[in-house]
């Protein structure tokens, strides 16, 4: 898997694990807007019980509920702050809705000195909330496939309009819910594509708003950010609730933010324990449960 900047951090081997006190990987959660660590209980269980004792897990504390919103510039610097003081060999980075957009703020090229190896988003709205269906470096991506919810499948997906078909229905092997698994390498760019006609269809909208006037200019925006985005490679894997008790907590779901509630969620947490875990441990030890 690759990281956007910089190269990714190589995995220890068995003997130098054993030779050193402690976990040796770190893994930090972040939660979504209007949230907390709490939101990460089942997860956070999930994943110590799958990766073992090697690995430490940090539900992020430090933008709480409304501290969310103070906006993701100052939230990112209070998560770059928090997370300074956690160490590790290999670091992984796992989101979860706006979570993602603040922690992408923070300057996560380094976690204490560290590159992360894993950058893990859940149902996160990669290219804004608009439009309808609206109200995710392991580089991955777990998307919602046309759910009435908070995040569209598009933005969540980083896909563009043309590139939507009709979501499966069958969920892989081993994983309720999820219906696709799909690698996206990068697309090489040579740089910004924001031509001339963008910054006047910003001025147009900005000075006479109007449905057209803005429609045009997100949608140079949209694909100025699907450019960027697509510079580095996705694991992108398309989750499908239509068929679980309560669909439309979707975005609930995703990370369980309730185990009673949002339990249709249990296979994407364990999938992204088992892909950190194919990740970060040798191949003898990644076949174990």
């Known amino acids: 898997m690759s990281t956007g900047r910089g190269s990714p951090v190589s995995c220890s081997s068995v003997e130098a694990s054993k030779s ?22 089942y997860g956070e269980a999930v994943l110590k019980k799958r990766l073992g004792d090697n690995f430490f897990i940090y539900a992020s504390s430090s933008n709480i509920y409304a501290k969310s ?13 928090e997370q300074a003081k956690e ?14 957009e603040i922690s992408r703020t923070s ?16 149902a996160t709205p990669h290219l804004g909330v608009r439009g309808k269906n609206q109200g995710i470096f392991l580089f ?10 908070m995040v569209g499948w598009k933005t ?21 819910y999820i219906v696709n698994v799909e690698y996206c390498s990068p697309v090489s760019s040579d740089g910004p594509h924001f031509p001339l006609r963008a910054a006047r269809a910003k001025e147009a909208a900005q000075s006479t708003p109007n449905m057209e006037n803005t429609q045009e200019y997100h949608q140079m925006m949209e694909e100025e950010m699907i450019r960027g985005l697509q510079r580095v490679g996705w694991k992108k894997v398309d989750v499908n609730f239509h068929a679980s008790m309560w669909p439309y907590s979707a975005h ?13 969620g249990a296979g994407v947490i364990a999938h992204v324990a088992d892909s950190l875990k194919q990740t970060c441990l040798p191949s003898s030890l990644s076949t174990r449960n």
């Open 156 to 176: 969540s997906s980083i896909r563009r309009e043309l590139d939507l078909r009709k979501p499966l229905r069958r969920s892989v092997d081993g994983y309720k």
């Open 107 to 122: 300057g996560l090229g380094a976690i204490a000195g560290l590159e992360p190896t894993n950058f893990i988003t859940l």
């Open 252 to 264: 609930n779901n995703m990370h369980v933010k309730n185990e009673w509630l949002h339990n249709a």
């Open 20 to 41: 050193k006190q402690g976990p040796e990987h770190l893994i930090v959660l972040v939660h979504g807007i209007m949230a907390s660590p709490s939101d990460w209980t």
């Open 69 to 81: 919103f103070d906006g993701i510039n100052v939230a990112g610097r209070r998560l770059a702050k």
């Open 140 to 149: 991955s991506c777990f998307p919602e496939p046309r759910m009435p919810d």
């Open 87 to 100: 160490t590790g060999s290999g670091a992984g980075v796992m989101l979860t809705s706006g979570g993602s």
